[in-house]
């Protein structure tokens, strides 16, 4: 079983919540500068390893009726060790210029015998995105804020306080935060305060070691506050998780929406109007699908072109972060964000009479959405295709007609045509990730060794190979097999072909001829296993048998089928006297099987691993369950062939 590794990245298209600023310090409560980040010197036992420390934390959001927002936030970190100061000496906020204006209020460094020491004008950078003339950005408005902190050493404490203006919500009337602390490491006076009208219809909720220390009405005032502290943290236990989940940690949600569908609703107002298709797309659509009769072909080739010829690029300009551009913008430029590719997607299927709508999801950690309903929670859109039953995603390039990324299968989906449905994206197929290595080898006296290595991929194991030899030109690929073998300290000649990797497709076939110089010890051993490079092979289901034991957590997970076919013939001058003995073996649908004869001196072998994980979550007793199996299977994989 492989663990899946899902993070927020920058890749992440959709910018929803509270605020739209962020700064080293702490784009949100939660995300403070840490002793991981600080010095990659990990997770302490206590606090006085760590090499900084947030001693404050106060985060202010004041309402107005129409869901505009100011955000105040003051910070103060001290410097434990000399590992962090590069880490903490800059500092840098940033806001969308269009919508915000930033305010520094207060930056100085705090010296370790009480005097203050203000970071000066010399110190800050302004950094803003603007057009050609006056023109606006086509792209990012985007403004930053970069300061340094003078004369820090450790023992210092650095503190800046700024304040955020909106001067526009996100959606009329809305405002909504979920932030989440990291409880791993000392955290000092965390404190949030949210003060917003009393006549706004609010719902909140806090998780974990989080207080509510008020909750009142104050004129026309609604004032709630929390606080938090972290005075002796010690050492997570899943330090690996893979899944995040806000309520089974420390944290806080706050929401004037009233349900997930009234999110997908105050997306779809501004955004269905983009998606009407316009004459030069009708006109488009009849171009790239000429010649395709069926719905499934139609839906299929406008995906491809979409996918093929839009490239992507972020839409940070103000309410761009919610609202698509217009379809000649990215027709004309021929790139855009997420919700550009769906509406754009979603205007071309109108066009041939298509129905098709949008829908929202976190690509994220995160496979269950919050009981408190926040914006920020989703921050992907895709399409779904009601007459065929169908998501998918144009965004993410590379990705057959069909087929959905790892990052957005299973998940919670908030669709737009219908808001209130507890929608959810297809998962992983049982065995649908798949790979067929045969390889045949002529081992030579002095150990050199000639021979032929042909792969078949379906699945992910093919798109990811796909994409990574996409670009691959003639000219590596006369290089290829010789580089592969000198990775391994080898001299080696061959040839490399493949399946053309450019059609969208989840199917690819590679092979290689090489003939390899001194390959192996003569007399020797060696454990049997791929010798070119494949995506899946069966060890990478079966792990290396050394991980520590898992938490109790949930994981990330997926499964697959790998199967290895050898057939090794031996010179006459050279004895086998020992191969890795039959195994079979079987636990919870997935199973191992290996044979291994011996005919004279050619060895065939065969090895299939069918991991009928099915994910893409896993609760820990099947983790446990699978790992058991696995510490079975793994002693076979390391057995090795021996010859004199």
Not at 148 to 164: C, N, R, W
């Amino acid at each position: 079983m492989r663990m899946i590794t899902l993070r927020l990245s920058a890749a992440i298209c959709f910018v929803l919540g509270a605020s739209v600023a962020t700064a080293q310090t702490a784009p949100s409560a939660g995300q403070a500068k840490t002793p991981a980040g600080a010095a990659k010197a990990a997770s302490a036992k206590s606090a006085k390893e760590e090499p900084l420390r947030n001693e404050r934390l106060h985060l202010t959001y004041t309402v107005q009726p129409d869901g505009a927002y100011i955000e105040q936030r003051e910070s103060a970190i001290k410097v434990l060790q000399e590992a962090a100061l590069e880490y903490v000496k800059h500092e840098s906020v940033s806001y969308s210029a269009s919508i915000q204006t930033l305010d520094i209020l207060e930056a100085y460094t705090r010296k370790a015998d009480g005097r203050r020491i203000d970071v000066p004008k010399s110190n800050f950078q302004v950094e803003t995105n603007d057009g050609r003339e006056g023109g606006g950005p086509a792209f990012s408005d985007i403004a930053t804020t970069s300061l340094v902190y003078p004369d820090l050493a450790v023992g210092d404490t650095v503190v800046l306080s700024y304040k955020l203006t909106g001067k526009k919500p996100m959606f009329e009337g809305h405002f909504s935060d979920i932030t989440g602390f990291d409880a791993d490491h000392y955290q000092g006076d965390m404190r949030i305060k949210i003060d917003a009208p009393a006549g706004m219809w609010t719902q909140k909720r806090s998780f974990g070691a989080l207080k509510q220390v008020r909750d009142e009405t104050v004129g026309d005032r609604q004032i709630v506050e929390w606080s938090f502290q972290n005075l002796d943290p010690v050492e997570s236990k899943d330090k690996n998780r893979t899944i995040y989940d806000i309520e089974q940690s420390t944290g806080y949600a706050y929401s004037t929406f009233r349900t997930y569908g009234d999110i997908a609703k105050a997306y779809g107002e501004r955004a269905l109007p983009k998606a009407v298709p316009t004459p030069r797309v009708r006109k488009l659509a009849d171009e790239i699908a000429a010649g395709k009769s069926s719905q499934r072909d139609v839906a299929q080739a406008l995906y491809e072109w979409v996918s093929t010829n839009i490239s992507y690029a972020g839409n940070c300009i103000g309410l761009g972060a919610v609202v698509p551009r217009d379809q000649e913008f990215v027709i004309d430029n021929r790139i855009g964000d997420c919700k550009d590719h769906a509406t754009l997607l979603q205007a071309l299927l109108a066009a041939k009479g298509i129905e098709a709508t949008q829908a929202l999801i976190n690509a994220g950690n995160v496979y269950k959405l919050p009981s408190v309903p926040v914006a920020s929670s989703v921050n992907h859109v895709l399409n779904y295709l009601p007459g065929l039953d169908l998501y998918i995603d144009a965004t993410a390039k590379g990705i057959p007609f069909g087929e959905l990324p790892i990052s957005i299968a299973g998940k919670p989906v908030l669709r737009i045509d219908r808001p209130e449905l507890a929608a959810k994206t297809p998962g992983f197929k049982v065995l649908g990730n798949r790979q067929r290595v045969s390889t045949q080898i002529s081992v030579l006296e002095d150990g050199s060794m000639k021979g032929k290595v042909e792969v078949e991929l379906a699945g992910v194991p093919a798109i990811v190979t796909r994409a990574g030899l996409k670009d691959l030109s003639a000219e590596d690929a006369k290089e290829l097999v010789k580089k592969v073998f000198e990775r391994g300290g080898l001299s080696a000649e061959g040839v490399f072909t493949q399946d053309d990797p450019k059609p969208l497709r989840n199917a690819h076939r590679y092979s290689a001829t090489f003939d390899v110089k001194q390959a192996l010890p003569v007399p020797g051993a060696f454990p049997l296993g791929p010798v070119f490079f494949n995506p899946m092979p069966v060890a990478s289901l079966v792990g290396s048998g050394t991980e520590e034991t898992r938490d109790e957590a949930e994981s990330t997970c997926t499964g697959g089928r790998s199967e290895e076919i050898y057939r090794i013939e031996f010179p006459a001058t050279m004895k086998v006297i020992a191969v890795p003995p039959n195994l079979s073996l079987e636990s919870g649908g997935s199973r191992y099987v290996a044979t291994y004869t011996l005919k004279g001196n050619v060895l065939e072998a065969s090895r299939v691993i069918e991991d009928a994980t099915v994910g893409p979550v896993c609760s820990s007793e099947y983790n446990q369950a699978y790992d058991a199996f696995t510490k079975k299977v793994l002693p076979n994989l390391k057995a090795q062939v021996v010859y004199q």
